[in-house]
């Protein structure tokens, strides 16, 4: 049973520390998106790869945030430093690519910042 | 600039009643694709269905279906005999160019016994 993992599940840090998140893809899979879910502002895209290329890391605060994929079987989402308004629950996902690429998550890493 | 619009933020529904959940997208695209997704409490994302913007035909997956409105840009799901497991949020999303997908802010959705 083929599915995305991410760790940690949970994370409980404080302020102006390194947070780094990890995801698993599913294997074959050659798209990788990054979410953050809260409360007041939905599902945010962060940044999304192509055969481990970023294509679009818009969505993404770019003096804290930084999201790479070191290997086909890896993808890592970093925050440095972070921020108590960073607390969120962070979705990766892949996809097979092709026509609509259908995403598969996974079951996210909830973040919180004191 | 593509977004996606579900209006109510709550709904509920009886058991073994129909549901349905709306959702409106603006796009200038004539070929994209639209999902629901649903999240229950365990906050694992579903894929529920999906629907290919040149097709006409409605997507049915067992119990859930939609009424796909492209010139409307709607996109509503139905649920049918709604079940006590159905109970989540449930998030409609709208994919352009193969990659980018935007989601609506979600309906939460209850079923009473």
């Known amino acids: 049973d083929a599915r995305v993992t991410q760790t940690p599940r949970h994370k409980v840090t404080e302020m102006g520390q390194e947070v780094t998140m990890r995801c698993q893809p599913i294997l074959g899979h050659n798209t990788v998106f990054w979410y953050r879910q809260t409360m007041m502002q939905g599902l945010e895209l962060l940044a999304y790869?192509?055969?481990?290329?970023?294509?679009?890391d818009s969505g993404m605060p770019k003096d804290r945030f930084s999201a790479e994929m070191p290997d086909a079987t890896l993808a890592t989402l970093k925050i440095q430093p972070s921020e108590p308004r960073d607390s969120a629950v962070y979705f990766c996902?892949?996809?097979?690519?092709?026509?609509?690429?259908?995403?598969?998550f996974g079951p996210g890493t909830r973040l919180t910042v004191l | 600039a593509q977004t996606v619009t579900q209006s109510q933020p709550e709904m509920s529904v009886q058991e073994a009643e129909t549901v349905t959940l709306s959702c409106t997208y603006d796009t200038s695209e004539s070929d994209y694709y639209l999902f629901w997704y649903k999240q229950p409490p365990s906050r694992q994302m579903i894929l529920v269905i999906r629907?290919?913007?040149?097709?006409?035909q409605n997507a049915t997956e067992n119990r859930f279906s939609v009424n796909f409105q492209k010139a409307a840009k709607s996109f509503s799901l139905k649920i049918s005999d709604s079940q006590l497991g159905d109970a989540a949020m449930y998030f409609c999303a709208y994919l352009y160019n193969f990659n980018k997908f935007y989601f609506g802010s979600g309906t939460k959705l209850n079923v009473k016994p």
């Open positions: 629907q290919e913007a040149y097709k006409q």
């Open positions: 996902a892949s996809g097979p690519g092709g026509t609509y690429n259908e995403q598969f």
């Open positions: 790869f192509r055969n481990r290329a970023p294509l679009d």
